[in-house]
């Protein structure tokens, strides 16, 4: 079938939605975008012409062929070298989608998308959208297939997973500068009791490299540990040197929501290191260096201005 103009616009007046929604379901923002050109091709093949609600079919093809995705991806992650991260989304990015409250933006954080991994399939289709995208449980209800009580009850179970695994919090973005200032700071003292200061006591710190870069395949645990990490991590050595393949420069910056490191070679973003700040001090370090995975944040950094590193690794 040949798509009117409207038929298109239409289309592309979704995508952004489609896109966040995606995103939030696979953690992944080229399996993102494959998902929505996909729902694009079935969107060209239907009967356009007899769709009542437009928004309502996108959303239920988009959801479904994410679905088929989470099955096959549980069963590729059985096999993930390491640690997995979600694909990180520098600020600015559009398919980070609705930001204007604490549960929008907290559904796109890494902490968040990393604990949805245990969620089934459809407990993380209702929990994504009704946390994040405000849909009533009869609309859910209708993109599922099922009745709107086991929507309800799917929602109670996801949300009740997710509370479990972390404790809310938001801190204001200065005061998280600040503390991103005192820790670069302590990292680059060569000691460790600066830094053990600034963490909460049972801190973590993971690193996703998928086999392609060096990275531990456990977390480190417990504020020492992770605060000689650090130290290491942020001490110019000369194995850093060969493995960087340059001058790293450390930019403070923003993905998914919360305040991050953005780590560049020549202009090549070769890591995002996103920190969970609590009132308690920094709980939890997620570093996504997979170069499968920065591609995109690669391509954002180069088209966006940066000013000054925070830091040079030499």
């Not at 591609?295 to 830091?311: S, V």
């Amino acid at each position: 079938m040949v798509l009117t103009g409207n038929q298109i616009d239409l289309f592309e007046a979704s995508m952004p939605r489609l896109k966040a929604i995606a995103y939030r379901l696979l953690g992944s923002a080229s399996d993102a975008e494959d998902a929505v050109q996909d729902t694009f091709l079935r969107w060209q093949s239907a009967d356009v012409d007899r769709i009542e609600v437009p928004e309502a079919w996108l959303t239920k093809v988009l959801t479904n062929l994410c679905l088929n995705q989470l099955t096959s991806a549980r069963a590729r992650r059985e096999t993930y070298v390491g640690q997995w991260l979600p694909e990180p989304l520098l600020a600015g990015d559009p398919m980070l989608g609705p930001a204007d409250t604490v549960e929008q933006r907290e559904s796109v954080s890494f902490a968040v998308l990393a604990l949805m991994e245990r969620l089934s399939p459809d407990e993380r289709v209702v929990y994504v959208l009704r946390e994040a995208f405000g849909y009533p449980h009869r609309r859910i209800a209708e993109i599922l297939d099922a009745t709107e009580s086991a929507s309800q009850q799917l929602f109670h179970r996801a949300k009740k997973h997710i509370a479990d695994g972390r404790t809310r919090t938001e801190i204001d973005e200065a005061a998280a500068r600040r503390i991103v200032d005192e820790f670069l700071t302590a990292a680059t003292s060569g000691r460790t009791e600066p830094l053990v200061r600034l963490l909460t006591a049972d801190a973590v710190a993971i690193g996703d490299g998928g086999g392609k870069v060096p990275a531990r395949t456990r977390p480190f645990e417990g504020a020492v540990a992770v605060a000689k990490f650090m130290r290491s991590l942020f001490t110019p050595n000369q194995a850093a040197r060969n493995l960087l393949g340059g001058t790293a420069e450390i930019h403070v910056s923003y993905a998914n929501g919360l305040p991050a490191l953005v780590a560049t070679v020549d202009g090549r973003v070769i890591g995002v290191m996103c920190l969970e700040i609590t009132a308690d001090g920094i709980a939890a370090f997620r570093n996504q260096a997979n170069p499968d995975k920065l591609e995109r944040a690669t391509r954002q950094w180069a088209a966006t201005d940066h000013g000054e590193p925070a830091l040079r690794i030499n």
